[in-house]
């Protein structure tokens, strides 16, 4: 058997199944209830009685309701929900596959997915987009029946190759294949249906993965990109929102070339959907597999990419959505707001951080309230996010292999909070991360430098207990002492949660650290 020829089950195409109307009944129901229990938690959070310390109260606020609001953008795309029917190819349609390389990257990797592109049964011409310089890329490419352009040195990165491979093109479509991902046959036959719509400017697939099973960081990985390729994008399919990935998008050479172009930058995928979107072009999600791809197998290589992505999204909110704003339609100005938004938990997560330390440390306290009653307004909203979370992975595009808690996803993205507060800071002083492909092959680290930032907070965290437990016992007198216990072990539990939440990232560091030879 060729090593590319892999028919293992992983790799049949596979598509979300279809909504039921007692689906969307029961949906509807939860959603309602998860709703309540939203404005249950807000009429008792917002009393005049519970604010001590104006500020860091405002504070508090800001990362309590964020993290819920998150929670409700999934609610909101997933009320919207919709899959569009459907649509065979039709004949005769120029199309081209592009594919770039990079310095670095495993020449094993393109000899799978070139063998692969040459197999998609719909008539095309892949091209491999080169700038590694290395004269075994032009060979594969040769024996894949592939073109080879060598595109050395251009600004824009994989943007800027995709740019200069259209000037002297003239296929009408162009699909743009991340190297990592191994397409089937039927891929073409999936999605060239829906463009004899005039006005649709590009159609996106799922992106799914063959290898979460790899390690720990691989596993959650994928499983933060579950939901999202599932419910979440085909409920902003059904408000008209969703946006381009990087890899398995197929797009309309014209209505790239109305917005001049694929967009540049460290997220060009956003970049070019929110142009695309302005311009007045429509988007189609196709809820199907028909491409596995990689995920990071290894936290630092996750990081590097975390980053990128951060800065990239953050830099779409604050220069590319201010400027589109006018011309999007009013779904289009809520969801970019949402997807800009969602790295936003990295300056949130800090809030969460200080709040208790501050506490500990100078005794300041941000509100009064009693942690019986914190509970009982707060485990509704939890309760109902875990049901409608749950419920709505029917709509998955693997669900035998996606479904679950996705607690390894969790806890990877609470830990890694700085990475994304980086990717903020960097962002509003408009400091340049260089595009960097993420890795595709696994690597080791030094565990003090993988976890440093969770082992740090770790250690404050038993400073802050230390030195309570000192003012108890030698400095507050015993009345101070009956009054403050409440809050101190409230304060004291905050620590312990959030020391949790570090877990994934320390353990991923622990797997992914250096060993001494010998």
Known sequence: MRPWADVSE??????????????????????????????????????????????????LSLATWYGIFRMMVGWYNVFHIEQPEVKPAPPGLSVAIFTTSSPGEP????????????????????????????????????????????????????????????????????????????????????????????????????????????????????????????????????????????????????????????????????????????????????????????????????????LKWSRGVHDVLFHEYPRAFRRLTGYQRISYFMIGSYYLVGLTSLIYYAIPLIYLFFGRQPAVVLMSEYIQHALPVGLCGVVIYRFMQRWLCDPVRERGLHWRGTLLKLGCWSVYLKGFVLSVFGVVVPYIPTSKEKRTGSFWKLARVPLLLILLSLAAVSWTAYRILFVLSEGQVRISTEVTLGMAGFLAINSIFSSGRLYAAWKDRERPRG
């Open 10 to 59: 992983i790799f049949h195409h596979r598509r979300a199944k279809p909504v039921e109307r007692w689906e969307r009944w029961i949906l509807g129901l939860l959603l309602f209830l998860g709703l309540q229990s939203v404005l249950y938690m807000a009429w008792w959070w917002y009393r005049l009685e519970h604010v001590q310390h104006v500020f860091l109260f405002a504070l």
């Open 107 to 306: 020449y094993e990797m393109f000899v799978r997915t070139l063998a692969a592109a040459r197999e998609i049964r719909y008539p095309h011409r892949t091209y491999l987009l080169d700038d590694t310089q290395d004269p075994r890329f032009a060979r594969l490419a040769g024996e894949m029946d592939a073109v080879h352009l060598e595109l050395v040195g251009l600004p824009g990165a994989k943007a800027g190759k995709i740019n200069a491979a259209l000037e002297g093109r003239t296929e009408d479509f162009i699909v743009v294949l991340d190297p990592d991902h191994v397409p089937f046959p039927e891929f073409l036959d999936r999605v060239l249906g829906y463009f004899e719509d005039p006005g649709v400017g590009f159609v996106q697939v799922a992106q799914a993965y063959h290898n979460p099973g790899e390690s720990f960081v691989a596993r959650a990985a994928a499983e933060q990109t579950f939901a999202y390729y599932g419910p979440i994008l085909q409920g902003m399919h059904g408000t008209g929102t969703a946006v381009a990935i990087g890899a398995n998008c197929t797009f309309r050479r014209a209505a790239l070339e109305s917005i001049g172009g694929h967009g540049v930058g460290l997220a060009e995928d956003l970049v070019t959907s929110i142009r695309l979107h302005a311009r007045g072009w429509r988007s189609v999600y196709v809820p199907e597999i028909v491409s596995r791809g990689l995920v990071p197998s290894d936290l630092e290589s996750y990081l590097n990419q975390q």
